[in-house]
């Protein structure tokens, strides 16, 4: 028999390799040897001393774009959690993510093209033995050249110890252990070949001694389709008194994707029960808490376009409390209002259980436009005074020279604009290209060899020269 120290230490050099996708697999297998290290005592304070429980988190966010003389694209790479379990019975994990588009002209194309790439984790928590999940991942491009890559894995493991008693050493006891998850999955499109997915599983595990008693009952499912997810499974576990029993709960979410695709992954709970069949039995666990099936439960109210104080006092007075609070771009729900909750509307949960909130922060930013200049050609009029309104007016003609349509919009920028002179019809100020210049902008695709035509209307008070250099950008904002 190993030393159950010495087997701790496996677990943690396993966890130093966290984000090695084959490291959730080497650990699942791990747990068997786990619990044949436990060293036995006679008392139940001694046998819970030998091992800590604990949550251990493992996540990563990608984002993977083409780099931008613009600005933009390139990869983004974060990665959370530790080696180490966190020696507690709740955790919450603060949400994050990245989100980037870029707009490029591709030679092999011969075009302008947009491409962007979403993935985030927003939630990732523990409660009692609870664990919730929800990530998304998402992006696209018609560029048929052009591979952007986007990828969120989130993974939390719960683990703890039982010990069985209340009757003579050695007495059988049979225990039933229910399996639950709810939760939802989405892949637009489908998901091809089950490369993205979500995983539960659960191991009771305990040294083999006969035939007589179970020692493994370790059922795992792997979810590939989108869908709800609600799921229900009890099973007996056949041991004795005196028995030490290893728990774990694992939870994990895997989604990349490339080309066009949204996929994203809730999971409201993931949870064990385990109740006592015999007489007289018992099940004391490591961590304090009770895993015995609740009488009765709190259902999960909806607090979806409440703003976030509103649902926050809501949830209080449904004997619930919050747990994390993640910001999310949201085109229809206006700003600081509710867009989702974690455990879902209706989900069955403990007094106080952590209900995670994502609130809307409003529409999304526009991507920056892309550089067209080596694309069109610009030709500006002469000034023309208009005496009743006071104004310079001048025609800038684009043409497209190149031999693909730019779509639109298409954004004549002014720049380096003279002395006290002012664009009178601008549209806006730059943000991206040469920030804080004016530009005007039309919503029509320019054909190749196509042209447009730009007003150019100026104020100068001072009736000096008025000179400015053009810039043409398209696909978003400059």
């Known amino acids: ?18 984000l090695d996708r084959q490291f959730w697999a080497q650990l699942r297998a791990l747990l068997f040897i786990l619990s044949t290290t436990v060293i036995w005592a006679v008392s139940t304070s001694n046998v819970l001393a030998q091992q800590p429980i604990g949550i251990y988190v493992s996540t990563q966010v990608l984002t993977e774009l083409p780099s931008t003389t613009l600005g933009g694209g390139g990869t983004y790479n974060v990665s959370a959690g530790g080696n180490s ?25 011969n075009g302008l093209y947009s491409a962007s790439a979403s993935s985030s984790v927003n939630v990732l928590s523990a409660y009692n033995g609870t664990l919730s999940l929800s990530g998304q991942t998402s992006g696209g491009t018609a560029d048929p050249y052009l591979v952007d890559d986007a990828e969120s894995i989130a993974n939390i493991f719960w683990f703890d110890q039982l010990v069985v008693g209340g009757l003579a050493p050695g007495k059988p006891i049979t225990l039933e ?7 939802h999955l989405s892949f637009q499109p489908s998901n091809p070949e089950g ?24 059922p795992n499912t792997n979810y590939i389709a989108s869908g709800s997810i609600t799921s229900t499974h009890k099973y007996r576990f056949k041991t004795y008194s005196g028995a030490v029993l290893s728990l774990a709960n694992i939870l994990e ?22 109740d006592v069949l015999t007489l007289g039995g018992q099940v004391i666990s490591q961590s304090g808490l009770d895993y015995s099936t609740p009488n009765s ?12 104080a509103t649902a926050v006092a809501n949830l209080a007075a449904s004997g619930l409390s919050v747990g994390t609070i993640a910001a999310e771009s949201n085109s229809t ?20 259980f952590p209900v995670n909130l994502v609130v809307s922060s409003g529409p999304a930013a526009k991507p920056c436009s892309a550089d067209a200049s080596s694309l069109v050609t610009v030709a500006l009029s002469g000034y023309k005074y208009n005496a009743s309104l006071n104004l310079y007016e001048q025609t800038a003609t684009i043409t497209n020279i190149s031999a693909s349509t730019i779509k639109a919009p298409i954004n ?43 007003p150019v209307h100026f104020t100068d008070p001072t009736q000096q020269p008025i000179t400015w250099t053009a810039d043409v950008t398209a696909q978003g904002t400059p």
């Open 1 to 18: 028999m190993r030393n159950a120290a010495c087997s701790w230490v496996w677990i943690t050099e396993l966890f130093s390799i966290a």
């Open 195 to 218: 490369a993205s997915r979500l995983y539960h599983g659960i191991q009771i595990s305990t040294p083999y001694t006969s035939s007589q008693f179970d020692y493994d009952l370790s």
């Open 333 to 352: 729900i206006a700003s600081g209002l509710v867009v989702s909750e974690v455990p879902a509307v209706g989900t069955a949960v403990p007094a106080l």
């Open 253 to 274: 979410s895997d989604l990349n994707g490339g080309g066009q695709w949204t996929y994203s992954a809730e999971v409201d709970a993931a949870r064990i029960y385990v």
């Open 85 to 109: 379990p966190i020696l507690q019975n709740s955790y919450s994990l603060p949400p994050y993510g990245n989100s980037d588009s870029v707009v490029a002209f591709d030679p092999e194309a």
């Open 297 to 308: 439960q709190l259902v999960v109210p909806s607090v979806l376009s409440e703003s976030e």
């Open 412 to 454: 004549l920028i002014v720049e380096n604009l003279s002395g006290d002179a002012v664009l009178q019809n601008a549209v806006g100020m730059t943000t991206c290209n040469a920030p804080g210049s004016p530009y005007l902008a039309s919503d029509h695709p320019l054909t190749a060899g196509g042209s447009v035509k730009f």
């Open 177 to 183: 252990i229910t399996d639950q998850i709810d939760g």
